[in-house]
């Protein structure tokens, strides 16, 4: 069974549906093409993952663009053969003059409600609060997204390059305000900051799940507390080669998570970027990093019960998984 804890919006666009969007908005192919500009070619660090990542940014300024790429997310997360997805995106990197981060979260909330009813799939959306954004809009977000809990926002989120804007205080007094709401807490951290870096987002934020997280295995005091305040960790596992905040599959820091005991769930994070969807990333997890296929079939109960998801659609994943481990 596959779920799909971390994976961005903006990173699964597909690039003939890049080419087609570019047309209406006027905007010049890259060079190379736009699967060329998508895809990283090589090893590198999250500001160059990110400028890939940000090729997109350019035609997803509208209501039907931002429809149209989240339903075909979600229907692509289904092809996979995925019973579940959190898709997150960044609103505030979308919005336009005439088109607010309101209407850019409606228009993706959407999209996947109409790909969930086509596919079957369970799905919900995410919110992410940029690091770079001013406190204006990442403010507006989330007023935003608790505006729409009912129409298919699960959570909120902190992404962004760790490295240029490390600080997150300024989020506290909006994560306790989605928190009170009802909203799921979830926060990139660690993937290129140090260990420390986690726990301030467990301490201060209240966050249930880490995105990435890999540095929280450097440190063995870090990596017990997590385990005893059960928070999940996100692992995208070539997402994290990719940036270099893993060498390697087989030295990745899932195995310090695993074997410490720590709740970890999957993502593909950026599949068009990073050329992986989540049921390759289950596969390499066993062929090239060296799990075993139980370890990696046992982070779908996981997955479960740190979803973003409704009780009812928890309890129809547990038994969709107990039907399948019969």
Not at 39 to 54: C, E, M, P, Q
Not at 191 to 205: I, K, Q, T
Not at 300 to 324: G, Q, T, V
Request: proline fraction near 4%; aromatic fraction near 4%; glycine fraction near 10%.
């Amino acid at each position: 069974m596959l779920l799909n804890l971390h994976t961005h919006l903006e990173g699964c666009v597909r690039p003939e549906t890049a080419a087609e969007l570019a047309q209406e908005f006027g905007v010049s192919a890259p060079e190379g093409g736009w699967e060329n500009a998508f895809l990283i070619k090589g090893i590198g660090n999250l500001t160059v993952f990110l400028s890939h990542v940000a090729a997109a940014y350019p035609i997803l300024g509208s209501a039907a663009a931002l429809r149209r790429v989240a339903f075909e997310a979600v229907e692509d997360a289904a092809a996979d053969g995925q019973s579940y997805i959190e898709l997150r995106f960044g609103p505030g990197t979308h919005a336009r003059e005439g088109f607010d981060v309101h209407q850019a979260l409606e228009a993706v909330c959407a999209g996947v409600k109409a790909a969930v009813e086509t596919t079957g799939i369970r799905a919900g959306v995410i919110a992410c609060l940029l690091r770079h954004e001013p406190q204006e809009l990442v403010e507006e977000i989330t007023r935003s997204a608790i505006a729409l809990s009912r129409s298919g926002i699960v959570g909120i989120d902190i992404a962004g390059d760790e490295l240029l804007y490390p600080s997150i205080e300024r989020f506290a007094p909006l994560y306790r305000l989605a928190k009170d709401a009802g909203l799921g807490l979830t926060a990139h951290a660690a993937e290129a900051g140090p260990a420390s870096a986690g726990r301030e987002v467990v301490e201060r934020l209240g966050v249930t799940r880490i995105g990435h997280g890999s540095h929280i295995a450097d440190d063995p005091e870090i990596l017990e507390w997590v385990r005893q305040h059960n928070v999940a960790i996100e692992v995208c596992p070539t997402s994290n080669v990719l940036t270099s905040a893993a060498a390697s599959l087989a030295t990745h820091p899932v195995h310090a998570f695993t074997s410490a005991g720590l709740s970890v769930v999957l993502g593909d994070d950026n599949p068009e970027n990073t050329g992986v969807r989540l049921q390759e990333e289950s596969m390499l997890l066993v062929r090239e990093g060296g799990l075993s296929q139980a370890t990696v079939n046992g982070f779908a109960s996981a997955s479960i019960a740190a979803a973003f998801c409704s009780d009812l659609d928890r309890s129809a994943l547990k038994a969709i998984l107990a039907s399948e481990e019969k």
